[in-house]
């Protein structure tokens, strides 16, 4: 059983700059061994890859889209992922949720990879 709680969306300016985080729970849940992901959604729209991080090493990855300007880090000391957004464009407009899978040898894209799901976090852009 894992559990996993984003915070930080809200309303801002194209421009503004954002902070998620996620936090991860669980009786047998070993933070250290999970690949994390964030994914986002705009109304209307299937559920997107945004960035991820391996639990090897702590390797990265970011689509295309948001390449640049938004870092995505972990600190497994408290069991959390962030996701350093700036630069936010409207088109970043959407829910976040983070996700988990464990012991995953690096970050996908694909959405159905990863088990565990937060309920996500509304990120509004304004032009």
């Known amino acids: 059983q894992v559990q996993l709680v984003e915070s930080g969306g809200g309303l801002v300016q194209a421009g503004d700059s954002l902070r998620l985080s996620c936090a991860a729970s669980g009786r047998t849940f070993t933070f250290s061994t999970y690949t994390m992901a964030w994914f986002r959604q705009a109304p209307g729209k299937e559920r997107e890859f945004v960035a991820g991080?391996?639990?090897?090493?702590?390797?990265?990855s970011y689509a295309d889209s948001v390449k640049s300007r938004f870092i995505m880090s972990r600190d497994n000391a408290n069991n959390t992922v962030y996701l350093q957004m700036n630069a936010l464009k409207p088109e970043d407009t959407g829910v976040y949720s983070c996700?988990?899978?464990?012991?995953?040898?690096?970050?996908?894209?694909?959405?159905?990879?990863?088990?565990?799901w937060g309920q996500g976090t509304q990120v509004t852009v304004s032009s």
């Open positions: 991080i391996s639990w090897l090493m702590s390797g990265t």
């Open positions: 996700a988990a899978k464990e012991r995953m040898p690096s970050t996908t894209s694909l959405s159905q990879s990863y088990p565990y």
